[in-house]
């Protein structure tokens, strides 16, 4: 499948950095708002805009699939390109939930499809703990990637190491920390995570479970946990 990466900055270089893990083949990158980055100049020729799209100095025949990476500051500028895209016969990806609604509609109207992306890729499971029980043993290691604020380039490192571990010819089984790590062939973590109606003890005792399960269902020689 060979798609469009789009809102494409700086921000996000760690995609165009580990193309080669991405799971579809990408032809362009789309900036956002037209700004295209200083080093374009320096790159292959794969960066583009919106008002490239339109003006026809890309082709439509380029790419199937128009790939929807992260927010946007102006949600209706966003629906008025995936209108675009839409009505010129591509289909749409999107890994943020809150723009499938009206996204669904759109590809409804032109008859493309608004394709599966694994918002959550692990069940939480079924509580048999109390607080007196142990957390399960995993007999493979687990490398975690963690950090204490935001923007440190945590999922940089965290593809970084998924790919040194498989050029090595490593199996490697990964939780990673974006909305796009299922695009990468990660599962995201785990929204129970994040959900107030379970305690931290709970949250521990549900999540050490997780990780045994990937452990024995993957059988990976490592585990990759973004934190």
């Not at 790590?181 to 995201?188: A, C, M, T, V």
Request: proline share 4%; net charge negative.
């Amino acid at each position: 499948m060979n798609v469009v990466i789009y809102p494409y900055s700086i921000e996000h270089s760690y995609i165009k950095k580990y193309k080669k893990l991405f799971r579809y083949n990408i032809i362009y990158f789309m900036c956002y708002g037209n700004i295209l980055p200083i080093s374009h100049q320096n790159d292959n020729d794969d960066y583009c805009t919106f008002t490239d799209l339109v003006d026809g100095k890309i082709s439509f025949d380029d790419f199937d699939t128009f790939c929807i990476i992260d927010k946007v500051p102006d949600e209706n500028e966003l629906y008025k390109i995936v209108e675009f895209v839409c009505s010129n016969g591509k289909n749409i990806i999107c890994v943020e939930e809150e723009y499938l609604d009206q996204i669904e509609k759109i590809c409804k109207r032109y008859n493309v499809k608004l394709l599966q992306c694994n918002y959550e890729t692990i069940e939480i499971p079924e509580k048999k703990w109390n607080y007196d029980s142990e957390i399960i043993g995993i007999d493979i290691p687990v490398v975690a990637v963690m950090g204490i604020g935001q923007n440190v380039q945590k999922f940089d490192l965290q593809l970084y190491l998924r790919s040194r571990f498989i050029d090595k010819g490593y199996k490697v089984s990964q939780i990673g920390t974006k909305k796009i790590s299922g695009l990468f062939g990660l599962h995201p973590l785990p929204d129970f995570l994040f959900n107030t109606q379970y305690s931290d003890v709970d949250k521990v005792y549900a999540f050490n479970r997780v990780m045994k399960d990937v452990s024995m269902q993957e059988k990976p020689d490592v585990i990759l946990l973004g934190a």
